[in-house]
Nanobody, 126 residues
Framework: QLQLVESGGGLVQPGGSLRLSCAASGFTLDYYHIGWFRQVPGKEREGVSCISSRDGATYYADSVKGRFTVSRDNAKNTVYLQMNSLKPEDTAVYYC???????????????????WGQGTQVTVSS
């Protein structure tokens, strides 16, 4: 059974940091581009950051550039999203997704994925 599981969400004060993890089971992430997406009620899902399966190329939404960093550890079958300098507007449910035949830019801009996790809540508030 192919599954992605996110963890690491929580409540953090503005300016704080969190690291999200996306662990895969039932398949190997090596051959998949992985994306992080977020969604708030009443809004469309937004691509935050995506990382290539092959050369580690990355894509970041303008709203998170310089604050978020995506990385992958294929040995652990896990992808991470390090989020620094968090702002209240970063509050959302964060999802990871895996997709094979795509580019990281298309995956993030169009918010598409073949397999999705269940999401983890991130709340930035004082």
């Amino acid at each position: 059974q192919l599954q992605l599981v996110e963890s690491g969400g929580g409540l953090v004060q503005p300016g704080g940091s969190l690291r999200l993890s996306c662990a895969a089971s039932g398949f190997t992430l090596d051959y998949y581009h992985i994306g992080w997406f977020r969604q708030v009620p009443g809004k469309e899902r937004e691509g935050v950051s995506c990382i290539s399966s092959r050369d580690g190329a990355t894509y970041y939404a303008d709203s998170v550039k310089g604050r978020f960093t995506v990385s992958r550890d294929n040995a652990k079958n896990t992808v991470y999203l390090q989020m620094n300098s968090l702002k209240p507007e970063d509050t959302a449910v964060y999802y990871c997704a895996a997709r094979r035949l795509t580019t990281v830019q298309f995956m993030c801009v169009m918010a598409v994925g073949d397999y999705w996790g269940q999401g983890t809540q991130v709340t930035v508030s004082s």
